[in-house]
Nanobody, 123 residues
């Protein structure tokens, strides 16, 4: 199995910063291509940013200049540094381990999600 545990959410005022962490664990032969998603109340979950096992990074346009994803492979942790937060960033933030459909190992073929961490930005 693969497990993801997010932390670092909280309440901040507009213009503030937060750093989210996602610690992952599980089968060592899986690749850990990781993403962050957000889900605002009443809305669908949406992609924020991702980093693959080779360190390639992508961002949603809405966060490109404000958020930074990084990873520490020795600590099995992915980070999301969020700066210049705005009230519209208020959401539950989820960490995801992307599926690996071509893996030889069945446990690695599925996508996995963390439980989420709440970010609230007040104006």
């Amino acid at each position: 199995q693969v497990q993801l545990v997010e932390s670092g959410g909280g309440s901040v005022q507009a213009g503030g910063s937060l750093r989210l962490s996602c610690k992952y664990s599980g089968y060592k032969y899986c690749e850990y291509d990781m993403s962050w998603y957000l889900q605002a109340p009443g809305k669908e979950r949406e992609f924020v940013t991702g980093i693959d096992s080779a360190g390639r990074i992508s961002y949603a346009d809405s966060v490109k200049s404000r958020f930074t994803i990084s990873r520490d492979n020795a600590e099995n942790t992915v980070y999301l540094q969020m700066n210049s937060l705005q009230p519209e960033d208020t959401a539950m933030y989820y960490c995801k381990r992307r599926s690996q459909p071509g893996s030889l190992y069945p446990v690695c073929r599925n996508a996995y999600w963390g439980q989420g961490t709440q970010v609230t930005v007040s104006s």
